[in-house]
């Protein structure tokens, strides 16, 4: 028996969407019962049954071995020649590939090779797989939503746990970065370990598998900074207070050190090149409170040094930060671990060392300044990162122009972007990256992303394209991360109209100057007239008040012993 049922639709019909209903249960077809299996069954009431017409699957984990690549290089050395020709002689060479060149055979072979190159080159420019299409246009990013993704992440090899302290991209382009690690917690208990490493990578961002050479110091490196003259050269601070040179092209071990006697006495938390002559001169600063200047040609001693104070009598700073910029060669930016900015210029420095201190009430940070970074397009603004804050600063005047609002976490470090004048980012403890363009909105943060549950301490922006962000974490692991277009390419009228922001900032910080000035100098005035200030009027009729008060209070206690004698002769009689 067969059961079939015939749907039928018409025509027009077709390609309309289903839509279903509920209706009444309609019998198809009835099958009649049978008493031919009666003996060989038994019936059983109620029966359920399960129909499923949807494949079972099973899901399935299998762990796979890592695949670790290694680079190597290849020597190719040039051979073929005859027994009489000798190869490292060049007049040898050249007499011979002059009787080669007259042969007929090798007329005939190079006229065959010919149309065989041809038609490869005409193959390899038939399409170009990397060609950027949209190259050179002026397109409008602005209404691109802000987004990040990761492309790759570069682990410390070593099983202990180091911090990413600082990050510094190559200076020719996004291929390289120099990352240094080292243990900031004082008396962490991992400095009880007698194989604590000491080694800092300069990591391939192709290769993010092995480093591509390691740096061995004598010390645990804070610090480590790319030469942007000779890009094989680094120097960098270590945490016992030395700074060390390092050529990449002779061996990963310092070719320069500095005496100990001579150098910091706490760790050097930041160091810049400078611009010199030689390109062999740097600057680095530590929580000790001294600033100093190297020859990285002779490192046995400092070629300058300078006392980071507020003053001829003043504290001594420890510096925590510092800023360079090659535009600006006489003037440096230090944040320290009070919270306070100073601004160096070397041209001054017979008017207090040449040290200008910057707002140290409601301007400075509660904490201290973990980044110091100058705006890339508008060199006389700078940024510091410290406590849940980043602060915007004009070199020209003491107090901040602007602020951003209190994160949910504390800040670690930060920095402008190289090539947007508006954008700027800054690292969380809570493993945070928060973007701020300024050109889109300045109260709220334009765009957020997890980068994971550690706590981030370092950040760099490639100097080239500005789309490749590289963020360090606690436990040694570098992030590398791309940016989209939006928070890469310059906006229409974005210098310009930052600048402008900027300027109007600063012009109203001013106003608010002199306007302080202006009542300082009316108190004075009231001061030369009355004789007396309104501290001090204050002051005197609070005295006044607690006079009066305790002339009350003795008159109290004099009717209250009255009253005690009068009830005690009463009792007596």
């Not at 969407?17 to 008493?35: A, K, V």
């Not at 060479?93 to 007329?107: F, G, I, M, T």
């Not at 003259?229 to 070719?255: C, E, I, M, W």
């Not at 570098?478 to 210098?495: F, G, I, R, Y």
Request: net charge negative; proline share 5%; with cysteine.
């Amino acid at each position: 028996m067969e059961v079939a049922y015939l749907y039928t639709k018409v025509r027009s019909e077709f390609g309309k969407q289903t839509n279903f209903s509920d209706q009444d249960t309609r019998i198809l077809h009835t099958i009649p019962q049978t008493d031919e299996f009666e003996d060989d069954y038994i019936p059983r009431n109620p029966v359920c049954t399960t129909v499923d017409t949807c494949p079972t699957y099973s899901e399935h984990e299998t762990n796979t071995d890592r695949l670790v690549t290694k680079a190597s290089s290849i020597r190719h050395a040039e051979g073929g020649w005859p027994k009489d020709v000798d190869p490292t002689e060049p007049a040898d060479v050249q007499r011979y590939r002059k009787k080669a060149e007259k042969d007929d055979d090798y007329k005939a072979n190079m006229k065959a090779l010919g149309p065989i190159i041809s038609r490869c080159m005409r193959q390899n420019n038939t399409i170009d797989i990397y060609e950027e299409y949209f190259a050179g246009e002026d397109r409008d990013w602005s209404s691109e939503p802000p987004s990040a993704k990761g492309l790759a992440v570069f682990r410390d090899p070593n099983e202990i746990k180091r911090t990413a302290t600082s990050i510094n991209w190559h200076p020719e382009g996004p291929t390289k970065i120099a990352v240094s690690y080292s243990i900031l917690n004082f008396q962490d208990p991992k400095f009880s370990n007698a194989r604590l490493p000491v080694e800092s990578y300069i990591w391939d961002v192709t290769n993010p598998n092995t480093p591509d050479q390691a740096l061995t110091p004598p010390s645990p490196l804070c610090c480590l900074r790319f030469n942007p003259k000779s890009t094989d050269t680094l120097v960098g601070g270590s945490y016992n207070g030395l700074v060390s040179f390092y050529d990449l092209r002779k061996s990963g071990a310092p070719q320069e050190c500095s005496v100990i006697e001579k150098s910091h006495h706490d760790p050097v938390y930041d160091c810049f090149w400078i611009s010199s002559k030689t390109g062999n001169q740097c600057a680095s600063v530590s929580t000790d409170g001294n600033m100093l200047w190297w020859d990285t040609r002779r490192l046995g001693e400092p070629v300058d040094a300078l006392q980071l104070s507020t003053g001829k009598d003043g504290a001594v700073l420890g510096g925590s930060a510092m800023d360079y910029h090659k535009e600006v060669p006489t003037k440096y930016v230090v944040g320290t671990e009070q919270g306070i900015v100073l601004a160096i210029n070397l041209r001054n420095r017979k008017q207090n060392n040449g040290i200008a201190v910057y707002d140290q009430n409601h301007g400075k940070h509660h904490g201290p300044i973990y980044a110091i970074h100058r705006n890339q397009t508008h060199t006389k603004f700078f940024m510091t990162v410290g406590d849940w804050t980043a602060r915007v600063w004009m070199e020209d005047l003491k107090t901040p122009i602007m602020t951003t609002k209190y994160h949910s976490a504390y800040l670690t470090s930060g920095c402008w972007s190289s090539t947007r004048a508006g954008v700027f980012f800054v690292t969380r403890m809570d493993g945070i990256v928060d973007v701020w363009d300024y050109f889109y909105r300045q109260n709220e943060v334009a765009y957020t992303h997890k980068v994971g549950d550690c706590a981030l301490s370092s950040i760099a922006n490639d100097a080239t394209t500005g789309r490749l962000l590289s963020v360090g974490d606690v436990e040694g692991t570098v992030a590398l991360m791309e940016v989209c277009d939006s928070l890469a390419t310059p906006q229409h009228n974005e210098k310009s109209a930052i600048g402008a922001m900027l300027e109007r900032e600063t012009k109203q910080e001013k106003n608010l100057e002199l306007r302080e000035r202006d009542l300082r100098r009316a108190r004075d005035k009231a001061k030369g007239e009355t004789g007396e200030t309104e501290e001090e009027k204050e002051a005197k009729a609070q005295a006044m008040e607690e006079q009066l008060r305790a002339v009350d209070a003795d008159f109290l206690n004099m009717i209250k012993e009255a009253e005690d004698d009068e009830a005690t002769a009463a009792a007596e009689e």
